[in-house]
């Protein structure tokens, strides 16, 4: 005969996660993240900056226009011949867009290095959009890592009075 009064049960004790700590780790990451994204913006908003400041300007023709086939709307993106000191050279844009924005025979602005004529941008929309896109999400996570902060700090706080009372 068993004696159920007898049998022990082996159970763990359940682990609870303790939310104040759960809402401290979640606004740390999203603090990180949020940094890393700021970090990005200003990465690239330098880097189109510099670029801007220490390149030279002339005008570049459309020659042909590239489409990249097999992607969703086969984007597109220009090739302009512009020259420098006589000498022609050939920039193949690698910002495309799904909207066809340039003809042949249009006339854009090419920024190049006057150390290295063939290094040569077109415009520096992209890079600036992707900084201010990458400085709001930034932004957002780092507003979002404040708030959980808050309420971190007063669930930690109503903890402590109801301990202390």
Same mark, same amino acid.
């Given at each position: 005969?068993?004696?159920? %009064?007898?049998?022990?049960?082996?159970?763990?004790?359940?682990?609870? *996660?303790?939310? /104040? =700590?759960?809402?401290?780790?979640?606004? +740390?990451?999203?603090?990180?993240?949020?940094?890393?994204?700021?970090?990005?913006?200003?990465?690239?908003?330098?880097?189109?900056?510099?670029?801007?400041?220490?390149?030279?300007?002339?005008?570049?023709?459309?020659?042909?226009?590239?489409?990249?086939?097999?992607?969703?709307?086969?984007?597109?993106?220009?090739?302009?011949?512009?020259?420098? %000191?006589?000498?022609?050279?050939?920039?193949?844009?690698?910002?495309? *867009?799904?909207? /066809? =924005?340039?003809?042949?025979?249009?006339? +854009?602005?090419?920024?190049?290095?006057?150390?290295?004529?063939?290094?040569?941008?077109?415009?520096?929309?992209?890079?600036?959009?992707?900084?201010?896109?990458?400085?709001?999400?930034?932004?957002?996570?780092?507003?979002?890592?404040?708030?959980?902060?808050?309420?971190?700090?007063?669930?930690?706080?109503?903890?402590?009075?109801?301990?202390?009372?």
């Amino acid at each position: 005969m068993i004696n159920t %009064n007898q049998a022990t049960v082996n159970k763990r004790p359940r682990r609870t *996660s303790d939310p /104040v =700590k759960v809402l401290g780790i979640l606004s +740390l990451i999203f603090g990180c993240i949020g940094l890393v994204f700021l970090l990005l913006s200003l990465g690239f908003y330098s880097w189109t900056n510099f670029f801007s400041t220490t390149t030279s300007q002339t005008e570049g023709t459309v020659t042909g226009i590239v489409y990249r086939v097999g992607t969703a709307n086969n984007p597109v993106a220009p090739v302009v011949q512009y020259s420098v %000191n006589n000498q022609n050279y050939t920039h193949n844009s690698s910002v495309y *867009s799904s909207a /066809v =924005k340039y003809k042949i025979g249009d006339k +854009l602005v090419v920024h190049y290095d006057p150390n290295k004529p063939q290094d040569s941008r077109l415009d520096f929309e992209a890079a600036q959009l992707l900084a201010v896109i990458f400085l709001i999400i930034g932004l957002g996570f780092i507003v979002v890592s404040g708030i959980l902060g808050f309420i971190r700090r007063s669930m930690s706080q109503k903890q402590r009075k109801l301990i202390s009372a």
